[in-house]
């Protein structure tokens, strides 16, 4: 049996309906003079619970971008900050598809502590070809963001 055998796995989400919950904890490293979160970190925050999410719904990005088919970029995000987080607070982003398109998904995220929300964003993005150009996302991929938009659960 190897150490890494007797550790955690790594924090993962899940998925409470068609809502994607992603929990991590601030790190000293998240912070910045002022023992606040700086804001960028919450643009990480997302980023990592997107990943997450797109992983267990079955969304293989890697594959796709390896393949030379495409991979996502971030076309237009909107940040509303309320209340900051501080060192070894343990937060929970909520993240729900909001719309789909052929080549574009927009998702809503919420950073939030014990129920109260601390950051709210709206991300668009594209799903783009190796050298730029918008191209239709893989249809069973719109079909899993179509379920999820709709408020299917798409647990196994």
């Known amino acids: 049996m190897s150490v890494s055998d007797l550790l955690p796995a790594p924090a993962t989400g899940r998925f409470i309906a068609a ?12 912070t910045d003079l002022s023992g606040l979160v700086y804001h960028a970190n919450y643009l990480r925050y ?41 060192l070894d607070d343990d937060l929970m982003v909520v993240s729900r598809v909001t719309k789909v398109g ?17 950051t709210q964003g709206d991300v668009s993005v594209a799903f783009l070809t190796p050298q730029g ?14 379920r999820l938009m709709r408020g299917e659960d798409i647990n196994p």
């Not at 992983?55 to 890697?62: C, F, N, S």
């Not at 052929?102 to 601390?118: N, Y």
């Not at 150009?133 to 179509?146: A, G, L, N, V």
Request: hydrophobic residues 35%.
């Open 19 to 30: 809502v994607h919950h992603f929990p991590l904890r601030v790190y000293f490293e998240d």
């Open 46 to 86: 997302m980023e990592r619970a997107r990943s997450d999410m797109l992983r267990i719904a079955g969304i293989d990005q890697r594959g796709n971008l390896e393949g030379g088919e495409g991979v996502y970029a971030v076309t237009d995000l909107q940040l509303h900050y309320r209340r900051p987080a501080r």
């Open 102 to 118: 052929a080549a574009s998904c927009s998702i809503h995220q919420t950073v939030m502590r014990d129920g109260e929300i601390l």
């Open 133 to 146: 150009r918008p191209r239709r996302q893989p249809k069973p991929w719109t079909d899993i963001f179509s």
